[in-house]
């Protein structure tokens, strides 16, 4: 958002109380505006709107003095991240959003924001079964926007959590033809989600202990060089999906009972070169500390990351094929604000949204849309380039259109919960 151009001092500073409600609104400003910037107190703790870290706990606010003081300090070191004329912030409008890590930071939707003079409050989830927990105890329109893997759609469609799209809202014509009706995001000739951005998984590795080469296959993972370096991801879908891949299933999750007992089988032969099970902070330690040199489950939306920081990380599509992850956008139902939220949607559907969406810094991502490819080429040639986004070279597109790519989805045969117990069994093993 706009500001003033420099940061205010201490005696620009004052302060709003509303004890019932334990909200802290505090104002800011300077010769021309003046700012409002609102914080809600919980249990002691602030929660912020943005990114604005103030350590302060209900037994500082005893001294409006003290308060007064230490909030001037703070933003006098540093620009203020969020702020709107007093006369607009009373009235911002807010859209809450359910959604992975880092998607609703402010590098990734502050020019919405900016633009529309509202608000996101996100609440961040770390997986599809909690995503799911979390809707259904809450009352509906409780979140105006979900963001989603794409095996979950229709788990929310079914459960009647998402609202119908309107495929004229969206710029389809932009995106990639493979992207413009994708399966997973319709039901018969409604749309129920738009696709946002994607990533492979395949063979993820340290480039200083595995070459290409040797990651041209699964098999890799049970060359007893590697034993105790080998790790997982802690999530069954992309897992068993790959060792589906390797026995050659061509389609990894629809299998019968003997192709599913094979693939359990073929995980349990993996079981003593493993060095552990890690999530998604376990993961980016267990990689950059060298605790392990390659990992199941995982993509470019890890080893991206890490390479973006200078590690030497990397993932390959295997000979026997990769999955697909992807990411996207539903309206709520129940939303009090789906003209808000469309707009979201379509903002993030741009070219400039696109970009962003493909530089999240919490992990990178590839996109649908081509004209988010040139784009992005301009703007960032060295994402582009890394992520295999070039029109003109051989990239990500080339690799989807030789069928070496499998969209990751939900067993078709078997239970979800057949898939998790045995994963369950495995990691006790």
């Not at 359910?98 to 608000?119: C, I, M, P, Q, S």
């Not at 329109?141 to 799209?165: F, N, P, S």
């Not at 939220?341 to 969406?357: I, R």
Request: proline letters at 5%; hydrophobic letters at 40%; charged letters at 20%.
């Amino acid at each position: 958002m706009t500001g003033p151009a420099a940061g205010p001092t201490a005696h620009d500073v004052s302060m709003e109380v509303d004890s019932e409600r334990a909200t802290v609104p505090f104002i800011v400003s300077n010769s021309a505006n003046q700012y409002r910037i609102p914080h809600r107190i919980w249990s002691g703790a602030i929660e912020e709107d943005w990114n604005m870290k103030l350590p302060l706990k209900r037994s500082e606010f005893a001294s409006r003095r003290r308060f007064v003081t230490k909030i001037g300090s703070l933003m006098g070191a540093a620009a203020v991240t969020s702020a709107l004329p007093l006369r607009d912030a009373w009235a911002l409008e807010t859209l809450t959003m359910l959604t992975w890590n880092g998607f609703a930071e402010r590098e990734v939707v502050g020019d919405f924001v900016d633009k529309h003079g509202v608000k996101i409050r996100a609440k961040y989830y770390t997986g599809g079964d909690e995503m799911l927990a979390l809707i259904s105890q809450s009352p509906p329109g409780t979140y105006d926007v979900i963001l989603a893997d794409g095996e979950y759609v229709q788990q929310l469609r079914t459960a009647g959590y998402i609202d119908k799209l309107n495929p004229a809202d969206y710029p389809f014509n932009d995106y990639f033809p493979e992207f413009r009706r994708f399966p997973m995001l319709w039901h018969e000739n409604d749309m129920y989600a738009l696709l946002m951005r994607f990533g492979f998984l395949g063979v993820s590795f340290n480039t200083k202990y595995i070459t290409d080469e040797q990651a041209s296959s699964y098999e890799m993972f049970w060359d007893k060089k590697l034993k105790g370096k080998v790790a997982h991801f802690d999530w069954h879908l992309p897992n068993l999906g790959q060792m589906s891949l390797l026995n050659g299933n061509p389609k990894p999750y629809d299998i019968d009972a003997a192709a599913w007992q094979k693939v359990q089988d073929r995980t349990m032969s993996l079981r003593p070169q493993i060095a552990g099970f890690f999530g998604y902070g376990g993961t980016l330690s267990a990689l950059k500390t060298e605790q392990v040199h390659a990992m199941l489950g995982i993509g470019d939306w890890i080893t991206g990351l890490l390479a973006r920081d200078g590690g030497s990380f990397k993932t390959v599509v295997p000979k026997e094929g990769g999955l697909q992850w992807d990411e996207c956008l539903c309206i709520g139902k129940g939303s009090r604000k789906t003209e808000l939220a469309t707009k979201f949607l379509q903002y993030m559907a741009s070219p400039e949204g696109q970009v962003k969406a493909a530089t999240m810094k919490a992990y990178p991502a590839l996109i649908p849309n081509q004209e988010g490819w040139k784009l992005l080429s301009k703007v960032n040639h060295v994402a582009a380039e890394r992520g295999g986004m070039l029109m003109d070279e051989y990239n990500v597109m080339n690799i989807i259109r030789e069928g070496r790519i499998h969209d990751r989805q939900l067993p078709v045969q078997q239970s979800l919960q057949d898939w998790n117990n045995f994963w369950q069994k495995y990691k006790s093993a």
